[in-house]
T-cell receptor
């Protein structure tokens, strides 16, 4: 199974700034996804990170707010731009080695926006 | 869109007792996944079920998939303090083997009383 490392593990940021979260997988994976978990809520899919092309965003999420990069099969970044307190959440990177395989998660990034 | 309803929302069980958590889908289940999350951390993959009637066990945790009922159950035998946490069920979004990510239930908070 893939081991996923995410950093930072937590951060406190000021309103209006941006934070980039990095996700590194220890093996090549076919699919990578970014999720958000707001306080007391379940996970919501933000986007699918596509290798070498633009990410596929879910309804309610836009590239200007959550730009995503995936330059290769083991690495992806998610940027939370122009942050507001409503962006305070846990952001989770996840990956699959192939169709029908389990989706594995990193330990998440706990973001607090003040 | 697919919705997953988990029950109960929270559960307090005396150490050593058995318990069951249910996950019911509003649509056909193609792949069903169970995860455990410790508060504020990432998700730990427990089990994946893909065929109707499938049952899997790991240590004292057993999961079953009832495809006809669009439902899965997670059963813990002789609960221990280490079982405490949030249990989440996730389902493939469509029949593509997870290519579109997972949708998640809201989770079941499990507390084990000594």
């Amino acid at each position: 199974s893939a081991v996923i490392s995410q950093k930072p593990s937590r951060d406190i940021c000021q309103r209006g700034t941006s934070l980039t979260i990095q996700c590194q997988v220890d093996s090549q994976v076919t699919m990578m996804f970014w999720y958000r978990q707001q306080p007391g809520q379940s996970l919501t899919l933000i986007a699918t990170a596509n290798q070498g092309s633009e990410a596929t965003y879910e309804s309610g999420f836009v590239i200007d707010k959550f730009p995503i990069s995936r330059p290769n099969l083991t690495f992806s970044t998610l940027t939370v731009s122009n942050m507001s307190p409503e962006d305070s959440s846990i952001y989770l990177c996840s990956a699959k080695t192939g169709l029908g395989s389990p989706l594995h998660f990193g330990n998440g990034t706990r973001l607090t926006v003040t | 869109s697919q919705e997953l309803e988990q029950s109960p929302q929270s559960l307090i069980v005396q150490e050593g007792k058995n318990l069951t958590i249910n996950c019911t889908s509003s649509k056909t289940l193609y792949g069903l996944y169970w995860y455990k999350q410790k508060y504020g951390e990432g998700l730990i993959f427990l089990m994946m079920l893909q065929k109707g009637g499938e049952e899997k066990s790991h240590e004292k945790i057993t999961a079953k998939l009832d495809e006809k009922k669009q439902q899965s159950s997670l059963h813990i035998t002789a609960s221990q303090p280490s079982h405490a946490g949030i249990y989440l069920c996730g389902a493939d979004r469509g029949s593509g083997g997870g290519a579109d990510g997972l949708t998640f239930g809201k989770g079941t908070h499990l507390i084990i009383q000594p």
